[in-house]
Structures are given as structure tokens and as C-alpha cells.
């Protein structure tokens, strides 16, 4: 409950909120009762506003005894040009342009604005570790003025005695080193460059990120057929005389650099160009002492130079994967998002390769049954909005995705959107028991099709091309490090929330789970008929945790 002083007023807030400037936030308090488990990330917000004529500086305070795992950011706003398609369903905030809350950012020397006649907000996280103490912890944020209290508000947070289990879900979003070399201005694969990909890395692991693509040559992904994206090709090389030679150096360092940051799962670049598999991707090498490009959209996928070059060097790269002891944990990609009019040009290209590839993964974005029903494929990840068919025939080791298309009824997080239809994705995730997810961008700050930069605090949206939040999840610090956002954080909570789900079946069995996820529900979960309400998501996951507690103390 927020105390007013004079002219100030603060507000306690789920994380699920999302403040407007110009629109006082509704109060529940349902929505303040927070648990955690060990090592895990749980977060509210507090909204603040004050009826000054003048712009204030102000001091936040945390008093807490357990100060030392709570972090305090700012909920900072964004231009959004262009929030959402013309066909929409209930499930949105707003649908008109303007300033949305979603960038977190660190508080400087403690101080926040109080913005006269507007309402802000502080993003408050508690971040438990396998130490923490379990009990019931008091929480109060102040503003202060000088030595003066204008306002607070207090909570309470239960730590339980039990570590969040480890994540079983694999999880990407593609990762673009290249937009962060044309960004910072930085030379592709310099040691700023290196520093810079490592920050960027290490935060989406936080966050739950265990896959990374991996640029072993330039992804041929959201690039205009002709055009080109900044080159960041990891294995270089050399045709001397007609024969190709290889060097894995830079490969290795980026494998092992992504394996000190937790990551478990690697997928290779695609070996062909997106929507339909036509043409090479750009492969760049050094011929007969000339660095230029080899092959490109002008190369057909199969059948000529390409072909030849692929059985040179795929040999050798699944030689390097194995030596390096992540063959087994290592995704190919033939060419995302093909449609069922594609399908002989997939198959084709797929066939060019498959005796390489037959003891690896091959995953692909598609969305048309067919292509599993066919055998085309075996390990499809079909969008939110198509997963129907895949469910219904118990397709296994099933992954899902969502881009700008999944925009209708389904679980997505554009910045128009209520983060409840954002966390709810890891419910969906538990109950149909998904292997994987993917998303297209973690950092991709380009217009699209990757016709020129875009800088993502000006331009949220790749230049009005897809509702504005979808091209990326993180925000280029000064320093080289990512900011993160609202939707990033909500999105780990769903993970955690999968993962609380996996430890509660441990302990019980998947049947009591899935009662306390929809017992109290007219019609069952699926994942475009789902709860709405903030209440509903926090409610579950305090039971969870309540069960959880119950069942170890039994033991």
C-alpha cells in the first residue's frame, strides 16, 4: 500500500504491469504477494508520481534485511510507431502510437525524476542464490528529499528452502554479432568487438538463453535478395588452385567462450538463404590472395560450386565439432521459414546434405504439417498460431516459435501487449510439453530486410516493418552491455515459472499440476484460448511454490 506525503504518491504493482505516463495504475494486491525459490530472479514494479510544476530529483532508499539481493531499475519508455496489425483481438494495452514503458535502466548515484503530472515507475528485482536464507523478508522503497521521507511502500517476499531447478527447455533468439559491430562502430571479431558479443551472451544465459546461432558463416536471414548484411563469418578461408582450406580458429574461441557463459546448445548458421532455400548464403574467402566473396545469391543452392564446397567443408567442421565435445548439443538449419510452395527447393537442398548431417539435429521454422507428414523434416518448430496439426498427431520433441505473424489470439510480447499474454507462454510450454523455442531476434537493429542500421531507442519497430518489440529484447548500452527490458524479464519469468512446474511434478506428478493450472478453469488451456489476468498468473505461480514448500517439508 503506497503512503502519500503532501504531493507524492507511490503505488505497489505486480511485474506484470506496464506504467503510461498518462494513466494512473490500478492497485492489487493479490498481485504483491511474492515467493521465490533459491536462485531465481522474482520482481515487482512501484509506480510514483508527483504534482509539482517542476521536475524533481529524488533519491530511491531500499530498506531490506535482505538489502544485498534486491536491485532497483527504472521503467523507461520507448517510441512506438507502429504497436500492432489492423486485425486485433481483446488482448492488447493500446493500439495507438506513442510512449510505452520497457526499457530497464540502472539507477545513477540512486536517484530517479519525478515527472510533474505523470506516472513512472522503478522495476524492483530479487535476485535469491543457493545461500539465501529461507523466511519471510519486509520490503520498503522510499522517495526521498534530501534527509526527507515524501513517500514509500512495503512488501514482503517468502524465500523457500529449495534451488530452482535447472532449465530443461532449449531456448534460442538468434543472436546477431553483426548488429553489434555496425552499432558500436566496432571492427567485426576486433577484441572490442569480442568483449561486446560476451556481454550480450552472458545476460540472455542469465535469462535463459542455452542456444546460441552461431555465425559460422554470415546468417542469411532477413536480408533483401541481392543485398547484404554486415559480414561476421567465423571460419575463414582459402582457395588456392581450386581447393578450399580451413581455418576453425575463431570457431573455437567462440565456442569456448560461449561454453564459460553457460551455453549448452549450438546452431549453426543456415546453410542456405531463407524463405525457400534458392541460393548460397554469403560465403566470403581469401582466393589466391583476394579476400571477396564465393557465393551469394547469385549461387544456386544445388547442383553446382556450392554443392562441391559443401561436401569439402562440412567434414571438416563435424571433425572440429567432435573434437571439441559438442557435436551432440550442436542444431543444423537448412533454410527458415519455407512455405509448402517451397518444398521441393527445401527438399532438394536438405538432400544435397543430409549424408553429412544424418547423426545431427536439423531444425527449421516452418509452419505447414506437410512438411513433417511428407518426412521433409523431423524436428520442425512451427509458430504458435500453426502448432494445431503438429499437437494433434503427437509430433515428438516438439519446439514452437512466435515472430510479428503470431499476432492474433497467441502468446507474444509486442510492446502493445499486456505482459500476462508474455509470461503465459511457459504455462503453454509445461502442459504441452514443448523441447524448444525459438525466436528471431534478441538484437536485431536493422531495418528489415536489412536494408540499413537503425539505432533501437529511436526506432523500435525495423523501420515500421513488424509491431513494435519484435526485432529485439535487449537495448545497446553505452558500455557495451545490453539493457534489458520489461519483456525480457517477464519472458525469463515465464521459464521460471516452466521450470518451478518441472519441479513441482517431481514431487507430486503432472496430473496434480495440471489441476492447480486449470482446475479452477471453464475450458482447458490451449495456446490461443488462455487466462487473461494478471491475478490468474501470480495466483498460479504462489501455489506452486506453496505446494512445492509443502511437499519438502513432508519429506
Known sequence: MGINVNKYEMKLLSSLAKVFPDTEPRLMIECNRLTALKCETVSFQVAFTGANSTREVVIVEVSSPIRDLIKVRTVDLVPVG??????????????????????????????????PGQWRALWIDITTNENSKPGCYPIKISLKNDNDELCFVETKVKIIDVCLPKQELIHTRWFHADCLADFYNVEVFSENHWEIVENFISTAVSRGVNMILTPTFTPPLDTYIGGERTTVQLVNITVTDGKYTFCFEKLKRWVDMCLENGVEYFEMAHLFTQWGAKAAPKVMATVDGEYKRIFGWDT????????????????????????????????????????????????????SVIHHLKDFNIIDALSNYEFYE?????????????????????VPNLWTYYCCGQFYKVSNYFLAMPSARNRIFGTQLYKFNIEGILHWGYNFYNAQYSKYHINPYEITDAANAFPSGDPFLVYPGKDGKPVESI???????????????????????????????????????????????????????????????KRLKLQ
Open 300 to 351: 544456386p543452392a544445388v547442383g553446382g560450386e556450392y554443392t562441391l564446397f559443401l561436401n569439402v567443408y562440412l567434414p571438416e567442421l563435424i571433425a572440429k565439432l567432435k573434437e571439441w565435445g559438442i557435436a551432440d548439443k550442436t542444431y543444423f538449419h537448412i533454410s527458415d521459414e519455407p512455405q509448402i510452395s517451397q518444398l521441393e527447393d527445401y527438399l532438394a537442398a536438405k538432400e
Open 374 to 394: 511428407k518426412g521433409v523434416v523431423s524436428r520442425p518448430i512451427p509458430a504458435n498460431d500453426h502448432i494445431e496439426p503438429f499437437l494433434e498427431n503427437n
Open 487 to 549: 519483456r525480457m524479464m517477464v519472458l525469463y519469468n515465464a521459464i521460471t515459472d516452466l521450470r518451478a512446474m518441472k519441479l513441482l511434478e517431481y514431487l507430486t506428478s503432472n496430473e496434480f499440476v495440471m489441476d492447480l493450472i486449470e482446475g479452477d478453469l471453464g475450458s482447458p488451456i490451449t495456446f490461443s484460448e488462455y487466462p487473461k489476468s494478471d491475478m490468474y498468473l501470480i495466483s498460479l505461480r504462489n501455489k506452486i511454490n506453496a505446494e512445492i514448500e
Open 82 to 115: 507502429f504497436p500492432c496489425y489492423p486485425l486485433i483481438d481483446d488482448n492488447y494495452l493500446r493500439t495507438t502510437p506513442g510512449l510505452y514503458p520497457d526499457i530497464l535502466n540502472n539507477l545513477l548515484d540512486n536517484q530517479v525524476y519525478i515527472v
